[in-house]
Structures are given as C-alpha cells and as structure tokens.
C-alpha cells in the first residue's frame, strides 16, 4: 500500500524555522516527483512547490509567496521529502500535505495522488 | 501564472440532484486538469484527472468535461457521501487550485 507520513508540525514564532519531513513507502520513492500543498485554517488548497526526480534533474518549484524562504529536498536513501520553512509568517499557519506527482498514460505529470494525513504548523507570537 | 477560478462557492443540492461545478484557467491548460473531493479533517482525494479520466474506485456518477480553458465536474445523482468541497487543479504549467466550491445540504 502506497503512504505517505509527515511529521515535524508544531508552534513557532515568527520569524522562526521548521523542517517537516514526509516518509514514503510502497513505491519507489527515488522515482517519483513530490510535492507540498498547504491549507490554512478554513481556506482552500495552496500548492506550495515540488521536486523532481534525481533522474529528472531533482529541480525544485515554488510558489511565489514562500520562494526563496522555503526549500525542498529529499533523502531517496530513506524514502523522504523535506520541507526546511525559514522566516516564517502568520500567514504560513497551515496544515502541510506532502503528495506524489501522477502521470498518465500520455507521459504528461501532475495530478495528484496519494496524499499524506497533513501536518499542522502554526506560527503565531 | 495560471489562475483558477471555479464557481459557485457554495452549492445546496439535495440527494439526487444533478449537480455541475465549473473551472475556468486564466489561459489555455489543454487538458490538464484534475478535480479533488475534500471532507473536513481529511485529505483531498483524488476523482479525474486529464479533465476526464475517472480515477480507479471512484463511482461512476463522478465526470469530467473541457479543454482550454473551461471544465465541468459533473455528479449524476447526488448521494449523501458526496456532501464536500471541490476543487480544481491545473498541471499545465506549476500546479495551481481553484479555491473551492462547498456542496452542501438544502
């Protein structure tokens, strides 16, 4: 069975760090692209960013509100994906769902599936 | 960056209702379009994907319409287990979701 686990959510203030990590298990880990996506209390989903596949470049993507203070990476030797959030906000309080990238029968990625239970992060003073 | 837009926002139906949520993209996306069902405390749950491939395990009454710029998700015959939000993602260019259309109970 396809899981994905994350775990690292917690309190922090503002202007701190956090890493979360997301294991995966049941497929092969080093193939696949990740992705976050977040949801902030009562609000709808906000994809967060992604990494590709060492084989594809292990680049990574980001959404423009958490670029060049988030960053994602990965360890396919213990079938994790990493979260580091620097400088953290108010408005990063979110539950953190990592997923796997799909593809299709026509070779194109990008949907969704399988998603992990979330994390919760909560950055307040 | 591609933009999301699905309406309504909210949607009150009644079991066995027809019922269709529509998603437009800023720009053309193909057919790179996914839909996701969501229920409060949960994970999202993937139903199509490529705007109309149904996803294994997932009823029938679910479907998906569009390319370009406009889809639908279509529920034949609304069933109590459907009460939840929708959303909408595009995989055309990044990822980016539609900010949801709650159906609820009339």
């Known amino acids: 069975e396809v899981q994905l686990v994350e775990s690292g959510g917690g309190l922090v203030k503002p202007g701190g760090s956090l890493r979360l990590s997301c294991a995966g298990s049941?497929?092969?880990?080093?193939?696949?692209?990740m992705s976050w996506v977040r949801q902030a209390p009562g609000k709808g989903l906000e994809w967060v960013g992604r990494?590709?596949?060492?084989?594809?470049?292990?680049?990574?993507d980001y959404t423009a509100p958490v670029k060049g203070r988030f960053t994602i990476s990965r360890d396919d030797s213990k079938n994790t994906l990493y979260l580091q959030m620097n400088s953290l906000k108010t408005e990063d309080t979110a539950v953190y769902y990592c997923?796997?990238?799909?593809?299709?029968?026509?070779?194109?990625?990008?949907?969704?599936?399988?998603w992990g239970q979330g994390t919760l992060v909560t950055v307040s003073s | 960056d591609i933009q999301m837009t699905q309406s309504p926002s909210t949607l009150s139906a009644s079991v066995g209702d027809r019922v269709t949520i529509t998603c437009r993209a800023s720009?053309?996306?193909?057919?790179?379009l996914a839909w996701y069902q969501q229920k409060p405390g949960k994970a999202p749950k993937l139903l199509i994907y490529?705007?109309?491939s149904l996803e294994s395990g997932v009823p029938s009454r679910f479907s998906g319409s569009g390319s370009g710029t406009e889809f639908t998700l279509t529920i034949s015959s609304l069933q109590p287990d459907d009460f939840a939000t929708y959303y909408c993602?595009?995989?055309?260019?990044?990822?980016?979701f539609g900010q949801g259309t709650k159906v609820e109970i009339k």
């Open positions: 049941g497929f092969t880990f080093s193939n696949a692209w």
């Open positions: 990494i590709k596949s060492k084989t594809d470049g292990g680049t990574t």
């Open positions: 490529k705007a109309s």
């Open positions: 997923t796997t990238e799909q593809t299709d029968s026509s070779g194109w990625r990008g949907y969704l599936q399988p």
């Open positions: 993602q595009q995989y055309n260019s990044y990822r980016a």
């Open positions: 720009q053309s996306i193909s057919s790179w």
